[in-house]
C-alpha cells in the first residue's frame, strides 16, 4: 500500500468491517453502497484475496480480512501520526477507539473513564463491548481494553492495575435460616449462585485460606447468571451464597441487606489488565486510554480492602 487511493481503500474496509455491513457503512459516510461495494471489491482485487463472506443477512470478515484489519487499522494510525508531525502538531488523541472489558467492569468503571477521556480528548470517539466469554481480542478488532485474569495472548501488551478483592456473600435471612457456617466445608449444603460462562472466575470450586489452612469448596451452581450485577440481584432476593467483587456489594454489606459468609477466611483475589496490541507503534488514542486506567483506575478500588471487615 503505498499511494492515497490504496490508503482510502484501506479506510474504507475498516469503515465497513467496524459498521458490520456495507448499508451501515455507506450511511455513516454519507455515500452509497454501490460505491463501497465497488471500492472493496477493487480492495480484493489489488489484494488477491475475498475479505468479507457475504449472504442475504449478514457480513463477516474472512481470516485475510480479520488480519487486514489489523494491519490497516496501524497503517492508518501511522500515516496519522506522520501527518500531525509533518504539520508541526502534537501527536493528540484523535480518532475512533474500540474497547473492550467484561459486563460489570465496563459498567461500574471503564464507562466513566471513558467520559472522563472524552471530555479530555474531544476529537476522540469510542465504543465499549462488554462480554463475560473469552475474547479474541485481534481477530475482533480491539483497540484496547481492561480484561481480568492471566493475559495469555502473547501478541498483546497487559499493564496490571489492580487486584480486585472478592467476597462470599448472602442475604441475612437465608443465614438465619441455614446457621452462620464456621468452616468451607459448612457451605456443602447450601445453594449458590454463579456466574454464566465464566472464562475468569472459578466455574464450580472455591479456594479458601485462613492463615497456613487452605480449604478447597466445590460446587454446582442451582443458578447461573451472565454478570456479577444479575448475581447479586438474586443473592439479595435469597437464591443463594456467591463469591462476588466486593465493589458489587459494598453497599448493601453496609446497609445490612447482604452479609459476609466467613469473613475470616481469604478468597484469592483476581487481577485486571489494561491490554493492548504489542506494536513499535502504539496510537495516541491507545496510549491516552491506557494511561487514564494506570492513574485513575486503582484509585476506584483503595477504600474497597477495609470493608472485609466491615
Known sequence: MATLDDLNLLRTFVRIAEAGSISAAARSMHTT?????????Q????????????????????????????????????VQAVTLRANGEHAAPRGHLRVVTTIDMGQYHV????????DQ????????????????FVEEGFDCGVLVG?????????????????VLVAAPALVKKLGIPEKPGDLEAWPWVGLLGAHFLIDNSVPFTNGCKTETLSFDAALRLDGV???????????GVAVLPLFSVREAVAAGTLQLILHDWIIPPVEFHA??????????????FVDLCV?????????VGSERTG
Open 33 to 41: 453502497q454501490p460505491t463501497l461495494s465497488r471500492q472493496l471489491q
Open 43 to 78: 480492495l480484493e482485487s489489488l489484494l488477491d484475496a475475498p475479505l468479507v463472506q457475504r449472504d442475504t443477512r449478514s457480513m463477516s470478515l474472512t481470516a485475510a480480512g480479520q488480519r487486514l484489519l489489523v494491519d490497516a487499522r496501524e497503517i492508518l494510525d501511522h
Open 111 to 118: 464507562a466513566p473513564l471513558l467520559a472522563r477521556l472524552r
Open 121 to 136: 480528548c474531544p476529537q476522540l470517539t469510542a465504543e465499549m463491548h462488554v462480554t463475560n466469554r473469552p475474547v479474541k
Open 150 to 166: 492471566a493475559i495469555t495472548d502473547d501478541r498483546l501488551v497487559a499493564k496490571r492495575l489492580l487486584e480486585n478483592p472478592r
Open 229 to 239: 450485577t444479575s448475581m447479586r440481584a438474586a443473592v439479595l432476593a435469597g437464591a
Open 275 to 288: 491490554v493492548y496490541l504489542a506494536s513499535s507503534f502504539v496510537p495516541a488514542k491507545v496510549r491516552a
Open 295 to 303: 492513574q485513575e483506575m486503582p484509585g476506584r478500588f483503595d477504600d
